[in-house]
């Protein structure tokens, strides 16, 4: 389905910053990721240096778009989509080092 997106065509629709409403550059619009679920891009704000991290996926009924601000850098981006899932163990692991009050102790550790 990707193949009918059009992707740098519909990369247009990342016209304007959410915090400055300076309009950004499409240039400065990075593919992370491209496949048959979408477009992951990132998008940095020239003016106000807000990141904005969005997925387009293409349905029968049209575009679907999300977007969210971020911190992160395009590099930690992909560094974190390359991570395995969280499993249900992982949580049930920092709800058990939580009620036993191990979790800073253990960050400590990795530090």
């Known amino acids: 389905m990707i193949s009918s997106f059009n992707s740098p065509l519909n990369l247009h629709l990342i016209k304007k910053c959410p915090i400055c409403s300076a309009d950004y550059q499409q240039s400065n619009v990075q593919v992370l990721d491209e496949n048959e679920l979408g477009i992951l891009t ?6 106000c240096r807000a990141n904005l991290l969005t997925k387009f996926t293409s349905l029968p009924q049209g575009v679907i778009g999300n977007a969210i601000l971020t911190d992160l850098s395009p590099q930690e981006v992909l560094d974190f989509a390359s991570q395995s899932p969280i499993e249900a163990d992982d949580v049930l692991d920092i709800q058990t080092m939580l009620s036993k009050k191990e979790l800073i102790k253990n960050f400590k550790k990795l530090i």
């Open 42 to 47: 990132y998008a940095s704000c020239l003016s």
